[in-house]
C-alpha cells in the first residue's frame, strides 16, 4: 500500500469519518446562518447588495463545496450518482463532484430518494410544476423554510429596484395554479406592496387599475410577451398614459430589447428577472447597469468584445446574482452549472445543469473593462448610480439548441423578435410569432427559415396589407441580422439567397398557433409548422 493509498484510507477511517461528518454539518449550518442574515430584511439584503466583494464568492465556493458533501451524505439518490461516478472524497474540490441534470438524476430518482435525509416534509411543502415547454411537466417540492428564503430574495431585489417609488401596488399576472413563478411572485411581493393575483387575465387586469385608479405605482409581473399585448389592449383603450405610474417586471423566457423598447414606449420601466423550475425563482435580476450594458453590446462592437471576446454573435441576457444564494459555474462548454446553497432546500440541486448557456463576470471585472475607455465609463457610472449593486454578472444565452443554422449563420428567435418590433405600428399588430426551417415547394434540395406570425385577435388585415405586413418583418429582421452578425452579414455579400426568409401571417388560433396555449409561455421555435 503506497503513502496515497494509506492516506485515503486514514481519511475514510471509520472515527475520522465520523468527526468530519460533524464538522462539515457544524460548518455548513453556521455558514448558512451567517448568509441567512442578510436576507431578515429587504434593508438588509440591499445592503449585501451594494456591497458585495469578491472575498465573499470565496465563501460562496467554500460554501456551495459543503452543501455538495453533505448531499453526499444525506441525499440517498445523490450517493447513487456519486457511487456511479466513481466518486471519492477531496477536501475543498467542488468540480470533484459531478453534475446533475434533469435525465441523468431528476428521471431516474423519485421526489423522496431526492430530499435530504430521504424523507419527504409534508407539512409546510408545495409542490410546482415547469411548465412542459421541453417537453414533459415536472414536479418540483419546495419545503416551508425554503420557500420562506425565496420570498425574502424575491422581495429584496424588487424593494431595491422600486426603492424610489412610493404606495406600490404589484398585478401579479403571472399563471396561477400549479406553476412555480406565479404562485411564489404573488406572496413574495406582498412583503414589500400591496398584491392582486390576476394571473394572466387581460379584462381583470382592466379593471382592476379602473377601480383603484392612478394614485399607485403599478408593477405589473408578467411573461414578456403579455406586457406587450397588455400595452396594446391600454392603447386600444385610449388609456391617459401620463396619468399613471406602470413599471414591468417580466420573466419565464427571454426578452429582446426590441420589445422592451416597445413596452416602454408606455411603461417608466420593464426589468427582467432569471429563474427556472428546476432550481427556483428569483436567481438574479436586471438593473439599470446591465440593461445598459446589454443595450451598448448591441451598438459597440469594441465593447462587445471586450466584454464577449472575440466572434461573439450573439447578444446575452445579462443578470446581476448573489452567490452567496446561488452559486454558479459554467462548464468547459459554457452551460450553466447551479448549486443552491441554503440548508433550508428540501430537494437540494447539487452543481445542476439546466442547459443554459451561459458566461460569468465579477462586477470589479467589468469596472475595468469600462475605465478602460471614457465612452464608456460616463454612461455606466450613471447607471450604476440608480442602484449601486456590486453582485457579480451572469452573461446568459439561452438554450443550446434554441437556434436555426442557415447559410453559415445561426438565427436565434431573438433576432427575429428584435427585427419584428422595430416599427411600433407593426408591432401592434402581432400577438406573437414562431421560427421555423422548412422544405422549398419548388425546390425539395433546399431549406428556408420561416416566421409564422399571428394576428392579434382583433386584427383583421385584407391581402394587400398581409403582403405589406410580411415584406415589413423580413426586411426588419435582414437588416437586424445585418447590422447585429457578422457571420449573416458576410453571407449576405456571398449568396443572393442569404435574405431568402419567408414570411408568413396567420389570423389568432390559426395554423402553427391552434391549440397553442396563450397563459404560458410562447413556443418560438419548432421543428415545422403548417402552412
Not at 446591465?290 to 454573435?313: I, K, S, Y
Not at 446553497?341 to 463576470?361: F, Q
Not at 464608456?376 to 438554450?399: I, N, T, V, Y
Amino acid at each position: 500500500m503506497g503513502w496515497r493509498d494509506l492516506g485515503e484510507s486514514v481519511w475514510t477511517s471509520t472515527p475520522l469519518t465520523v468527526a468530519r461528518r460533524g464538522a462539515l454539518r457544524a460548518g455548513t449550518r453556521a455558514l448558512s446562518t451567517t448568509y441567512s442574515l442578510y436576507k431578515v430584511h429587504p434593508a438588509t439584503w440591499r445592503l449585501t447588495a451594494t456591497h458585495y466583494q469578491p472575498w465573499m464568492g470565496d465563501f460562496a465556493r467554500l460554501h456551495a463545496w459543503m452543501t455538495c458533501q453533505l448531499g453526499s451524505l444525506h441525499v440517498p439518490a445523490y450517493r447513487q450518482h456519486l457511487a456511479e461516478h466513481d466518486w471519492r472524497f477531496r477536501w475543498w474540490d467542488l468540480e470533484n463532484y459531478p453534475p446533475t441534470d434533469k435525465a441523468s438524476y431528476v428521471q431516474r430518482y423519485d421526489e423522496t430518494s431526492r430530499t435530504r435525509s430521504g424523507r419527504l416534509e409534508l407539512r409546510g411543502t408545495l409542490v410546482d410544476e415547469s411548465s412542459g415547454s421541453s417537453g414533459t411537466p415536472f414536479n418540483w417540492v419546495r419545503g416551508r423554510d425554503e420557500l420562506a428564503d425565496i420570498h425574502r430574495n424575491v422581495a429584496g431585489f424588487t424593494a431595491l429596484m422600486m426603492r424610489d417609488e412610493e404606495r406600490l401596488f404589484v398585478i401579479n399576472a403571472y399563471s396561477m395554479g400549479a406553476w412555480a413563478t406565479g404562485t411564489n411572485t404573488g406572496i413574495a411581493m406582498a412583503k414589500i406592496a400591496m398584491v392582486k393575483n390576476t394571473g394572466p387575465d387581460l379584462d381583470k387586469i382592466v379593471d382592476t387599475m379602473r377601480h383603484f385608479g392612478p394614485g399607485f405605482t403599478y408593477l405589473v409581473s408578467a411573461y414578456p410577451p403579455f406586457l406587450k399585448d397588455l400595452r396594446d389592449r391600454l392603447d386600444a383603450e385610449g388609456w391617459d398614459w401620463p396619468a399613471w405610474r406602470m413599471h414591468g417586471l417580466v420573466g419565464g423566457e427571454g426578452m429582446t430589447e426590441a420589445l422592451r423598447d416597445y413596452c416602454e414606449e408606455r411603461f417608466l420601466t420593464v426589468r427582467s428577472g432569471y429563474g427556472a423550475s428546476d432550481l427556483t425563482i428569483g436567481i438574479g435580476g436586471e438593473t439599470d447597469l446591465t440593461v445598459w450594458l446589454r443595450r451598448a453590446l448591441l451598438e459597440d462592437h469594441d465593447l462587445r468584445e471586450a466584454v464577449l471576446g472575440p466572434g461573439e454573435t450573439r447578444t446575452p441576457m445579462i443578470f446581476q446574482y448573489n452567490p452567496l444564494e446561488t452559486y454558479l459555474e459554467t462548464t468547459p462548454e459554457g452551460e450553466l452549472l447551479c448549486t443552491l446553497t441554503s440548508t433550508a432546500v428540501l430537494s437540494p440541486k447539487l452543481r445542476y445543469n439546466i442547459g443554459d448557456e451561459a458566461r460569468l463576470m465579477d462586477w470589479h471585472d467589468l469596472a475595468a473593462v469600462l475605465r478602460s475607455q471614457p465612452e464608456w465609463q460616463g454612461p455606466a457610472r450613471e447607471a450604476f448610480a440608480k442602484q449601486r449593486m456590486k453582485l457579480p454578472l451572469l452573461l446568459l444565452f439561452g438554450r443550446a439548441d434554441a437556434t436555426i443554422s442557415f447559410m453559415g449563420a445561426n438565427i436565434y428567435p431573438q433576432d427575429v423578435e428584435n427585427g419584428l418590433y422595430t416599427d411600433p405600428r407593426r408591432a401592434a399588430q402581432i400577438g406573437s410569432f414562431t421560427l421555423t426551417l422548412e422544405d422549398v415547394e419548388q425546390d425539395a434540395t433546399r431549406q428556408q427559415p420561416t416566421i409564422h406570425l399571428e394576428l392579434r385577435e382583433d386584427v383583421q388585415l385584407e391581402p394587400a396589407e398581409r403582403t405589406a405586413l410580411a415584406d415589413g418583418v423580413r426586411e426588419g429582421v435582414v437588416d437586424y441580422l445585418a447590422r447585429t452578425s457578422r457571420d449573416f452579414a458576410q453571407s449576405l455579400e456571398e449568396s443572393e439567397r442569404s435574405d431568402d426568409i419567408e414570411v408568413r401571417v396567420h389570423d389568432a388560433g390559426t395554423g402553427p398557433f391552434a391549440a397553442t396555449p396563450t397563459t404560458l409561455k410562447r413556443v418560438y421555435l419548432r421543428p415545422g409548422a403548417a402552412g
